[in-house]
């Protein structure tokens, strides 16, 4: 979502690439959702054992390795018109958000797609990969940052924060094609937000991909108490 400028030594016309703005059709997302409060999914994704699989590898090779999985996952959440914040080694961020700011239920569907599409991706690679992933959500909001000579947009919010903490949840680290937790802050009340009962409900209903744990809440750091579920993906020969 960088803007990337290049200068040409002979002064030809700035090449100016805006990934952000083309990461979906029509309108761009942040024409759409940008410089306000919006109510939103966000997530994150990454490989278990990634270090460990790429100790002693060639940048290249490093690559070559990492490459499908996240071209596969950007397929993923472009299908639901998602967007994909950025990238990081084997890390993926993603966003799912109602343009409208309508009903709950529409972006609900969104994110029970993404996470069946992620499912599906997950058993057809799974010789390959084994990787997890965390979702919040609740009220975002999306802002520019920028100088005379930069700009980037950016991300706020506790739901944010509380994503980043369950990628990194013990239970994620079981060997499995793939495991996901979804969460909120254990006393949210903020309008136009599900509940998480509500949330998992939904992707677990989804064509059936998913089942779900118990509830947990637990105190996570720098975000208080947080309610989170796991949900572990159903067998593809099921």
């Known amino acids: ?13 700035r090449s100016l690439q805006k ?13 759409t959702f940008g410089k ?21 590898l060639r940048p290249r090779e490093i690559r070559d390795y990492i490459y499908p999985f996240l071209t596969g996952l950007l397929e993923s959440v472009a299908q639901v018109s998602g967007l994909v914040d950025k990238t990081i080694g084997d ?3 993603f966003i799912v958000s109602d343009p409208e700011e309508q009903e709950a239920p529409s972006v609900l569907v969104q994110i029970a797609q993404l996470l069946g599409f992620f499912h599906n991706f997950a058993y057809r690679e799974q010789e390959r990969y084994r990787f997890r992933i965390s979702v919040s ?16 947009w950016s991300l706020f919010g506790e739901p944010l924060h509380i994503a980043k903490r369950l990628l990194s949840l013990s239970e994620l680290s079981e060997s499995s094609p793939v495991l996901a937790a979804i969460g909120c802050v254990a006393d949210d009340a903020s309008a136009n937000c599900p509940t998480l009962a509500q949330v998992v409900g ?24 947080v309610l989170y579920q796991v949900i572990d993906p159903v067998s593809q020969n099921h």
């Open 19 to 31: 990934a952000l703005d083309q990461n979906r059709q029509g309108p761009t997302f942040v024409d």
């Open 137 to 152: 959500f609740g009220k975002l909001y999306l802002d520019r940052i920028e100088t005379s000579s930069y700009h980037e």
């Open 202 to 225: 939904m992707c677990t209903a989804y064509r059936r991909r998913w089942t779900s744990r118990v509830p947990l809440c637990d105190k996570m750091k720098g975000v208080g108490e």
């Open 91 to 93: 890390e993926v961020m």
């Open 1 to 13: 979502h960088r803007l990337g400028e290049a200068v040409d030594s002979r002064d030809l016309p």
């Open 36 to 56: 306000r409060e919006l109510t939103a999914y966000v997530g994150f994704a990454d490989l278990a054992g990634y270090s460990t699989t790429t100790s002693g």
